[in-house]
């Protein structure tokens, strides 16, 4: 086996321990998390106006009308904060409204990091954002962007409680990955030589 080929094959197993931490920091803060279309009813959207019944967006289109859309099961906890978990359906199903009536501010002060998002691919209008628990000791997030043409968009992100257990399990796997690819060169290299030996001997 060759000088360099042994050099790459002993740093495999480092190497699968820090993609395994890479993966499991871009997924704990979510910036494997996507931004999903959402829409708008039958008129484009020109400002969000906020939350209503923990669970309802409300937004305003450019008639002036009101609409609003259910986009998962949150409610306000014992500690005036939201909880629950955050899910749009295939299909937002609009419901006009009569009033601009909406939540009071439930800023949730939590620990553990800040999400991060990506940037969209569209010019934004308005973001609007909020986290809220999830299961428990958990943490999620949910973000609104109006894009220029009037439609919405969504991205969602949540963890729960024992999430962080994933920089401990990725890097082992990476490690475990890398570890099985030297053990399969190596193997196949010893194989080879033990048949130009045999081959050697039978000459």
């Keep these: 086996m060759k000088y360099p080929l042994k050099f790459i094959l002993w740093i495999l197993p480092g190497l699968g321990i820090l993609l395994g931490y890479a993966y499991a920091y871009l997924f704990f803060h979510g910036l494997l998390e996507t ?3 959402v829409g708008k009813p039958d008129e484009n959207i020109v400002r969000i106006l906020g939350i209503r019944e923990a669970r309802k ?3 305003v289109t450019e008639t002036g009308k009101i609409y609003s859309f259910e986009f998962g099961k949150i409610f306000i906890n014992e500690f005036n904060n939201y909880e629950g978990e955050v899910a749009l359906p295939p299909q937002p199903d609009w419901e006009k409204e009569e009033h601009d009536t909406v939540d009071p501010d439930h800023r949730l002060e939590y620990y553990g990091a800040d999400f991060l998002t990506l940037p969209p691919r569209f010019r934004v209008e308005q ?12 943490k999620g997030e ?7 043409d009037g439609n919405l968009w969504m991205w969602n ?9 994933v920089f401990y399990f990725y890097p082992v796997m990476g490690f475990l990955a890398g570890l099985a690819v ?3 060169v190596i ?3 010893w194989l080879k030589g033990k048949n130009r030996f045999n081959q050697q001997e039978i000459r």
């Design 35 to 37: 931004w999903h279309f």
């Design 57 to 59: 967006l409300l937004v």
């Design 127 to 138: 973001l609007f954002d909020w986290a809220y628990v999830y299961k428990v000791e958990g």
């Design 142 to 148: 949910v973000k609104f962007a109006l894009a220029a």
């Design 157 to 165: 992100h949540q963890i729960a409680g024992l999430t962080g257990l």
């Design 182 to 184: 030297v053990l399969i």
């Design 187 to 189: 193997g196949v290299n």
